[in-house]
């Protein structure tokens, strides 16, 4: 008798602890949820190059192109970041020159901004122009 109450206990417990510990906010990510293909496009309007990275919010480790890697954006023709994130994920960008100019969340992700980011969805997001 023991033995068959125990299953039925464990996943009412199990339902407890949802209940009581929800995942957190940001972990937006459904049964339904997946990884897309988004292309986010940048044109350089600064007198000197540009470096650019995109940045996961809620996935820190995720950095396109690469933790090591970015997009060099040498004239004013718009460049397309093209990247495959996870449907419903905040991503920021990050510019910079070799000077002091930054823009977005800015070299390393480490700065605040408002307009810089998007909700990672399949499809074209336009262009942002990067001006001193």
């Known amino acids: 008798m023991r033995l068959r109450i125990l299953p039925a206990l464990l996943m009412v417990l199990a339902a407890a602890v949802g209940?009581?510990?929800p995942p957190p906010m940001h972990a937006q990510q459904s049964a339904t949820?997946?990884?897309v293909n988004l292309?986010?496009?940048f044109r350089n309007s600064h007198p000197n190059i540009i470096y650019l990275q995109l940045y996961a919010q809620y996935n820190k480790g995720h950095i396109w192109p690469a933790p090591d890697k970015y997009w060099v954006l040498k004239d004013s023709e718009a460049h397309s970041a093209k990247i495959k994130c996870w449907e419903g994920e905040k991503i920021c960008y990050g510019a910079w020159t070799t000077g002091r100019d930054?823009?977005?969340v800015g070299r390393?992700?480490?700065r605040s901004c408002k307009g810089c980011c998007i909700t990672?969805?399949?499809g074209n997001h336009g262009t942002k122009?990067?001006?001193p």
Do not use: D, I, P, R
């Open 120 to 122: 990672c969805s399949a």
């Open 102 to 104: 930054e823009w977005g």
């Open 33 to 35: 949820s997946q990884y």
């Open 108 to 110: 390393g992700n480490k």
């Open 19 to 21: 209940v009581l510990f």
């Open 39 to 41: 292309t986010w496009s």
């Open 129 to 131: 122009n990067l001006a």
